[in-house]
């Protein structure tokens, strides 16, 4: 359906005002000329010349007026100008409405009330803890929180809206994010395998394969930066350290090369038993055909050894009756990888042991041969990449752009436009963080230390560890030996501000895996949509590093709220206000300047034609005069009194009132094909 504007509905408005403008008096003419008949006074005819003249029927019927033969041209031009500027000024009536347009933009900013609920309960359309916001890709309002389902976070905010605007308003809050943190490095290593069954069920010939991730290893241990985490976590280093444990444990595990060997004293890296794009069969069992479903969807583990099943292993392709683990690699030294990656349990819980949650990340598979990307066809080959990733939580202060459109209190209309890091002038204006100070009295496996910001009075405080910094990476610990229990909320002490993100940490880190007993999938089995964001996501690294961020804020989403709002906490309105200054959208005419090009055009003529007239007055000395005395010369009924009554008295220099009073009643006859003038003196005589 087409929706009218201000501006059509003016521009179809004057188009009919034009039309009948343009209409009546030919309409008008018509009947006049009905009425006229051939006989009348001379001053009936000069009336009628007048309206003749003025309508389009000299034009339509080719009488003397439409000809211009023996005509002065600057007369001419003159006067075809007048009926061309007519037009033109009748379109632009009609385009130029066109270009407006209305339009809510801000007002001044005024400082409000907000409306809060008392507490009170409301129905809402849905149950928040099992609804999923990772396909959203949006940022948006829910139960007490901002969240920013684009890039990952959310923020804590106790829900008010600004009562009484009739356009609604817009405004900026400063709220506290917590939001994810994520570095995957590509292992150049990946799972490759057929389908088989005719229903897509089974495959056969899993096998790992050689993308550079042995061949190209670098013989070099890599070192991360743990010198300064809250400055530089150094995810990147920790998730290459972890890539690089992995694929050297996995290379001695398929005895791809040799370890260090302390008691012959045998340096490592002595032979390197793979080349580009070399397989490896998985074991002898009935691994060699296998469900589909072991390999179908994303997985998330801390378990770096997850796809060599119970260790039965591989097998290089070329011999494969060949048992490869002659150097018993076993669990236990893929488990280390973790402490390598993020901090070990015997660690002090203090601000400088940040939260880091490190894993091996199965993508989605891609197809390798043509075909339907999405569908496990018969024979068709797919291929699975391998990912190392570090992920850390951090505090941040945001500035969110909110705005509402209701004037009844209704929070739906509660809307998100922008989500920006708030800007600081200098250090002095950065957020002072603190962290609980335990004197080293526990370890990061005993407790979850509590974190938040802090007044510039406590700075010095001796059981507080401050930091001035835009954001503050979260302390805490993720316990990846004994992760059978994914709960969130577990029985015990409520300390969601610090313990929630370790078990959100811990459940973004567990998708796919024996522990993953969530009511949310999240590998994408049981939903084509996340199956295809993720598969679209593991293409490369640097997109594959969104999946544990959205899935960890998924969770958040669903296991807080913020408790306070701009009425302080528990919007009770009683202290520590803010004061918050929000911007009313009022209704505002615009125009489109495109549309008064011909306003613009006819407006330039009009001007050029009045200082041409002002010229014209101001050289010639006629005037006024001059321009009566050529009405009077073209005026019909004077030139047939004049002509036809020679010596009577009328000419063209008789002023228009003695012309019609002496000669406006003398009767000129046409209906012979020639004039014939009858003196007004005579018919009264004859009378």
Known sequence: MVQLTVGSVAGMIAAGIFFARQWSPNALTYILSWLLGDKNSAATWTIASGAFQQSYWPFVLRTDAAFDIGVRKDILWVARLIPTMGVLISIASIVTPLGLYDILVPDTAVQPPFVLNNGSAYLVGAYRNVQSLVLNNATEVVEGLVVDSIKGGVGFRNHTVPPGFSYGVTWEEDLLFVEPETVCVDTNLTLDYTVISANGTTISDVVLTDRGGFINLNQTFPEPDYGNPQVNPDLHGRAYTAAWLHNVYTALYLNVTNPRNQTTGALPWRYLNSVMNQTFLRGESSWRSTSVADFDSLVITTKFSDYLGSMEGYTNASNPGVNTNIFGINQENYTEIHDWCSNPSRFPANITNILVGCGLMRGVPHRQDPGTPFVFETGSK????????????????????????????????????????????????????????????????????????????????????????????????????????????????????????????????????????????????????????????????????????????????????????????????????????????????????????PAALSALLLLAITCGALLAACLRRGGLTQMRRHLQQLSPGRIYTTLLSPGQGS?????????????????????????????????????
Not at 440 to 447: E, F, G, I, K, Q
Request: aromatic share 10%; glycine share 8%; hydrophobic share 40%.
């Open 382 to 597: 797919w291929s699975q990449k391998l990912f190392a990733c570090a992920s850390a939580v951090k505090a941040t202060i945001k500035t969110v752009s909110l705005t509402y459109n209701r004037t009844d209190g209704w929070f739906q209309t509660l809307a998100v436009t922008d989500i920006q890091d708030k800007q600081y002038t200098d250090e002095r204006s950065m957020p002072l963080w603190g962290v609980e100070e335990t004197g080293n009295r526990y370890r990061v496996s005993d407790l979850n230390p509590i974190w938040g910001l802090v007044s510039p009075a406590y700075q010095e405080s001796a059981n507080v560890s401050t930091v001035r910094q835009p954001s503050l990476f979260l302390p805490g610990w993720m316990d990846t030996v004994s992760m059978t229990d994914t709960r969130l909320m577990k029985f015990g002490e409520n300390l969601p501000g610090s313990d929630f993100s370790v078990g959100a940490l811990s459940a973004a880190y567990s998708v796919g895996d024996l522990f993953d007993k969530r009511g949310i999938d999240y590998t994408g089995k049981s939903s084509i949509a996340m199956w295809a964001l993720w598969q679209n996501f593991s293409l490369n690294a640097k997109t594959a590093a969104l999946i544990p961020s959205l899935i960890l804020t998924d969770i958040s989403a669903s296991a807080v709220v913020g408790t306070k709002g701009v009425l302080g906490p528990g919007n009770e309105a009683r202290q520590n206000l803010a004061h918050i200054f929000v911007t009313p959208m009022i209704s505002k005419v615009r125009y489109h300047v495109r549309y008064a090009i």
């Open 651 to 687: 000419n063209m220099q008789m002023r228009g009132e003695d012309w019609s009073r002496k000669f406006g009643g003398d009767v000129i006859d046409l209906s012979e094909g020639f004039p014939m003038a009858t003196h007004l003196w005579l018919i009264l005589s004859l009378r």
